[in-house]
Nanobody, 128 residues
């Protein structure tokens, strides 16, 4: 069992930047090295979609709409995963979630249904 807590959301003008953080904590030993961390987002009236994912031994993946603008990274010592978001657009407005899933070898699951652990989300609003 692992708890995920996101922070860093807010309101920003289009073209601006935000950095989201997700802290993972577990009451007992948790095999962090075998898990992928992913960022998802959900806009009102839309389905939850993947944004980026990475694992300690798994390659990084980005959704096409955020490639070259967003960067996922993690601090293994602190069990924190970040999402640096640059050149934000109004269409990036959504509730952003951090999630954890068992890695599939050197790749991370694509489907949100394979992510077992979820945070509560942090709101990102981009205004023009």
């Amino acid at each position: 069992q692992v708890q995920l807590v996101e922070s860093g959301g807010g309101s920003v003008q289009a073209g601006g930047s935000l950095r989201l953080s997700c802290v993972a904590s577990a009451a007992s030993a948790f095999p962090y090295s075998k898990y992928c961390m992913g960022w998802f987002r959900q806009a009102p009236g839309k389905e939850r979609e993947g944004v980026a994912s990475m694992g300690r031994d798994a390659r990084i993946r980005y959704a096409d709409p955020v490639k070259d603008r967003f960067t996922i990274s993690q601090d293994n010592a602190k069990n924190v995963v970040y999402l640096q978001m640059n050149s934000l657009r109004p269409e990036d407005t959504a509730l952003y979630y951090c999630a954890a899933a068992r890695a599939n070898g050197n790749s991370c699951p694509r489907s949100r249904y394979e992510y077992k652990y979820w945070g509560q989300g942090t709101q990102v609003t981009v205004y023009s």
